[in-house]
């Protein structure tokens, strides 16, 4: 009896600590996204997001119709590395990863926004996120300003 009564306050604390786990931030997700970008540290952007779904978001407007999934991809992908042309925005902008707001379990939106350094003209932007194998993945914003909403 007096194990059970030892036992007891562990297994509560426990079964309490799992409870108030939400697993892992979309945000800080969002944020060693952008930290990469910025740095040029990062050689491969598909860890971090759902490349066929972005590609398809961004690339959306009438004006790239003309292009298949894999030529939207692959300008996505050369516009994150090196020079390419969303990594000099990205680099040039205070970047300004704000609140993260779970739509349920597995679907989550963070506010992000670019503030130009030279205008300080800033851009409000959403990154929608979906949590697969315990992961969270970018399934849509808009990287390229002239697509991004001026504030």
């Known amino acids: 009896m007096s194990r059970l009564i030892c036992i007891l306050p562990i297994v509560s604390a426990l079964i309490i600590a799992s409870c108030g786990n939400d697993g892992p931030s979309a945000r800080h997700h969002v944020l060693e996204f952008v930290r990469l970008i910025q740095a040029d540290s990062l050689a491969d952007i598909t860890p971090f ?37 969303y990594r000099g925005v990205w680099a040039k902008s205070q970047i300004v990863v704000n609140e993260e707001f779970r739509r349920d379990d597995s ?45």
């Open 49 to 85: 997001i759902d490349l066929d779904s972005v590609a398809t978001y961004e690339f959306s407007e009438g004006k790239y119709d003309s292009l298949n999934l894999a030529a939207k991809k692959q300008r996505l992908l050369t516009g994150f590395i090196g020079s390419g042309e």
């Open 107 to 151: 679907t989550a939106l963070v506010e992000v926004s670019f503030i130009d350094r030279t205008t300080r003209i800033q851009y409000y932007s959403q990154m929608g996120l979906k949590l697969r194998s315990g992961k969270w993945s970018i399934t849509n914003f808009k990287a390229n300003q002239e697509n991004r909403e001026s504030r």
